[in-house]
């Protein structure tokens, strides 16, 4: 059986059919919430935003258009969503070196590979707000420039920029630690 | 739950440098909503389902509620204020001069100006005190408002079949260049009367 679209999906759902959103949900909920923890930091900040992106998501849902592409259309109102807590709240809760050493890995975190994993999570919390919400959009969303310009509202240009620098910054990160499963 | 496989993307990488943190990062614990978030997320998009909004049809009831009360209102004030009375003209009387004036008060009129002359018009003297004073009686006579009767029949010309009898008179009196200058007058005035075969010959 043809899988449907998102749109399609999206557009059953506004018309009353539960069942489809239960579909796009479960299509979109594990990169969704990624892309939302890696920006937040801790797992209370994420979970009540991505909850809270859902409930937007779902209030628009009438002024949904299947013009638009539905994966877009979501991750922009994620974005938004994610921006105005950051500028409510950024004194107390932006990713300060205290929030970041906790992402470190302990010693109790002891296997090598778990040591890597988390030293690249700390690479990408360490990166600026806009180079990671760009890094992000790119790796757990799997969007082309383009997009990423569109739903960050930036120029394509400094959205190349942006994912180039942090590309580059976290290249330095995954070098060592293969540096480090070598030795 | 299950995530879509669409999740991975699948194109190839043609920046080396992005592949190899791809490659990273594909390595990382792929970290799942909890359980109670994808509940609460399914619990509020099926109660938004079964809650339908409807959002106008309050708006259309107030709406009607309040259409209903400013009429009801403006019926009211009406009822309070009354028939709208007659606009006077400047004599105080009615301007529906198709209306009769009853006899009785015609006489009243009548006599109130013989009474008092002066004090007819005493919005006149208010108007212009300076030219009501220097108006002075001529030879010693006092100013006489004629009777109402005379002034309407001055205003729609005498009486048809009054003037008609006297044209009569005229005529059979043989005054003959009178009876022409009455009948001229009498076509100005009542052009459309018929005129009884004695006079049109």
Not at chain 2, 73 to 93: E, K, L, W, Y
């Amino acid at each position: 059986m043809r899988e449907r679209s998102d749109e399609a999906l999206m557009q059953a759902y506004a018309g009353g059919d539960m069942a489809a959103f239960d579909c796009l949900y479960a299509r979109h909920r594990g990169p969704l919430y990624r892309y939302i923890l890696r920006q937040a930091g801790d797992d209370a900040t994420a979970n009540d935003l991505y909850q809270g992106s859902w409930e937007k998501i779902i209030r628009a849902r009438a002024s949904y258009t299947a013009s638009a592409p539905f994966k877009a259309w979501m991750y922009r109102i994620a974005h938004n969503h994610v921006v105005d807590h950051f500028r409510r709240s950024r004194p107390s809760s932006d990713l300060s070196p205290e929030t970041m050493r906790a992402d470190d890995p302990g010693p109790e975190q002891a296997l090598i590979g778990e040591q890597a994993a988390c030293r690249l999570a700390a690479a990408v919390s360490a990166l600026p707000t806009e180079q990671r919400e760009v890094l992000l959009l790119k790796l757990e969303a799997g969007f082309d420039l383009r997009t990423i310009a569109e739903i960050t509202g930036v120029s394509h240009e400094t959205a190349k920029s942006r994912l180039r620098y942090a590309v580059g910054k976290l290249k330095i990160a995954v070098g060592s630690e293969q540096d480090g499963a070598e030795s | 739950m299950n995530s879509d496989p669409r999740d991975k993307p699948n194109k190839p990488e043609f920046d080396p440098d992005l592949a190899a943190v791809r490659s990273a990062w594909e390595g990382l614990e792929q970290t799942e909503p909890p359980d109670l978030i994808d509940q609460a997320v399914l619990n509020t998009a099926r109660r938004h389902l079964e809650r339908p909004r409807r959002p106008l049809r309050w708006l259309g009831a107030f709406a009607s509620a309040i259409v209903v009360v400013l009429a009801l209102a403006i019926v009211v004030r009406q009822d309070q204020q009354g028939p709208v009375p007659p606009v006077p003209d400047s004599d105080g009387f009615r301007m529906d001069r198709d209306t009769p004036v009853p006899a009785k008060t015609k006489q009243e009129y009548e006599q109130m100006m013989q009474d008092e002359p002066r004090k007819a018009r005493p919005e006149l003297r208010q108007i212009a005190p300076a030219a009501a004073s220097e108006a002075q009686p001529v030879q010693g006579k006092e100013t006489q408002l004629r009777p109402l009767d005379a002034v309407e029949e001055d205003a729609a010309g005498p009486d048809p079949e009054a003037w008609i009898e006297r044209m009569l008179a005229l005529r059979a009196a043989g005054r003959l260049e009178e009876l022409e200058a009455e009948l001229a007058d009498f076509r100005r005035s009542w052009p459309d009367y018929p005129l009884p075969p004695e006079l049109l010959d």
